[in-house]
């Protein structure tokens, strides 16, 4: 794939382009010609380390870009229009919803139109162009029919007839009915996660730092849509939480139950074995959730070492320190392995989400000379770019569609519901859950 956006701007700064009225529409009126230093800021040269931008003012920035009466080292339009080609192709691969709407499809046309002029003898260009613009086209058709084919929603069981029974139906399936065996458990889980990531783009993320940058000047965003693939990839982990949590606590029988807890902490296991960390997660959070954690009777009989140890991993003291630790192996595997299977990186996304948010809350665009911060922005890149590179990865396994459909469809409890298919296995140990659990059937029974 290519590289990131901010590789490819910053090569794009080192290297020199005529002045024409093309790149002059693309940049706006403002950056014709001479660069007018804003509100008194000099343009001071942009600072490189080791080879890599690390700051310098916006108007620097442009000088590079655009050339000068003192800066004019390459007159050759059809060099020039490589460059814009290899630009806009990159920016279209990357970025294809920065051109959904109808206005910047308009001003790519145009663009892609005057390119066009400068190779009109042989057409080869032409023919770049047009190839460009198909695969927009399709990314962006492929795109909005996912979010149109995205499955609905579960809705959490509350009906008391599925609940509040003292023994379940013989009819009645679970997890174990559908598959018994951890490992494929969790290559299926896998699947589906590497099914769901490849439909997360740079610009979900990016709409990250956009939608905290519209909340810092009290903008209101409309477009809900940009967080759509986000949003959805972490309803998926919540629902396989739930899922895990409803498993565990609609089992009537003790020893049942017990046989439950540690089919689901072997196959958290063998997530992490794959590297699929954020399934792994959203079980450990699904036996941790209060209805799952106060069966006490339940967890005496299971065996808690190989627990003891995902939960280890998965420690939050020093920022997540162990995982982030194991994720760093899992990536290192990755990048020297031989097959697919190695290659598996699933990051816990909503960690990976939070590790922007800060990166962008705590370091600023700017350094206090005035300079752009390009430190901050180069490592914004490389955690998208690790995850691009992660989800690029092809599922090894094959897709089971029995199970799949079982994680996907079946019932699941609401948190109320849960606490209540909890109390009737385990009984209420003191008056706090005595009364909570009077509380909860009586609504349960009256809403019904």
């Not at 700051?55 to 004019?72: F, K, N, Q």
Request: charge should be neutral.
């Amino acid at each position: 794939m290519a590289e990131p956006l901010c590789k490819a701007a910053v090569k794009k700064c080192k290297e020199t382009m005529p002045q024409t009225p093309i790149f002059s529409s693309m940049l706006g009126s403002s950056c014709s010609g001479q660069v007018q230093p804003d509100m008194g800021e000099r343009c001071v040269d942009p600072v490189y380390q080791d080879g890599n931008l690390v700051s310098g003012s916006l108007e620097a920035l442009i000088e590079r870009l655009v050339p000068t009466m003192d800066y004019y080292p390459d007159a050759k339009l059809k060099s020039f229009a490589a460059k814009i080609i290899q630009l806009l192709k990159e920016w279209t691969e990357t970025f294809p919803y920065d051109f959904q709407d109808e206005k910047s499809m308009k001003e790519l046309k145009e663009i892609a139109h005057r390119i066009t002029q400068c190779d009109e003898e042989n057409g080869t260009v032409k023919k770049i162009i047009s190839q460009m613009t198909q695969n927009l086209l399709m990314a962006l058709s492929a795109r909005s029919q996912y979010q149109e084919i995205r499955e609905k929603f579960r809705q959490p069981v509350t009906d008391k007839g599925t609940i509040l029974k003292t023994k379940p139906q013989s009819t009645q399936k679970d997890i174990l009915s559908v598959c018994c065996d951890p490992l494929i458990l969790a290559q299926q889980l896998t699947y589906i996660e590497l099914e769901r990531v490849s439909n997360i783009y740079p610009e979900d993320l990016m709409q990250i730092v956009s939608h905290m940058d519209s909340l810092d000047n009290h903008k209101c965003r409309s477009d809900v849509t940009k967080t759509y693939n986000l949003e959805a990839y972490d309803n998926w982990f919540n629902c396989l939480s739930m899922l895990v949590a409803t498993e565990i606590c609609r089992v009537v029988k003790k020893k049942q139950r017990t046989r439950m807890v540690e089919f689901f902490i072997d196959v958290a296991r063998e997530c992490f074995n794959i590297g699929n960390f954020n399934s792994m997660m959203a079980i450990i959070s699904g036996m941790n959730l209060s209805p799952v954690a106060r069966l006490k009777k339940t967890w005496s009989k299971v065996k808690t070492a190989k627990f003891d140890v995902l939960e280890h991993h998965m420690d939050p003291s020093s920022n997540f320190c162990n995982y982030r630790t194991a994720l760093q192996g899992a990536a290192q595997r990755s990048q020297s392995a031989n097959s697919s299977r190695e290659k598996i990186v699933i990051p816990v996304f909503n960690l990976f989400i939070k590790d922007i948010y800060f990166l962008h809350k705590i370091h600023t665009n700017r350094l206090p000379n005035g300079q752009i911060n390009f430190k901050k922005f180069w490592e914004i890149s490389r955690q998208i770019h690790d995850f691009l590179t992660w989800k690029q990865v092809e599922c090894p396994f094959e897709k089971d569609k029995k199970i799949q459909t079982y994680l996907l469809t079946a019932p699941i409890y609401s948190e109320e519901a849960l606490f209540i298919a909890s109390f009737e296995s385990e009984g209420p140990e003191n008056h706090m859950e005595k009364d909570s659990w009077k509380t909860l059937r009586t609504t349960l029974l009256n809403r019904a």
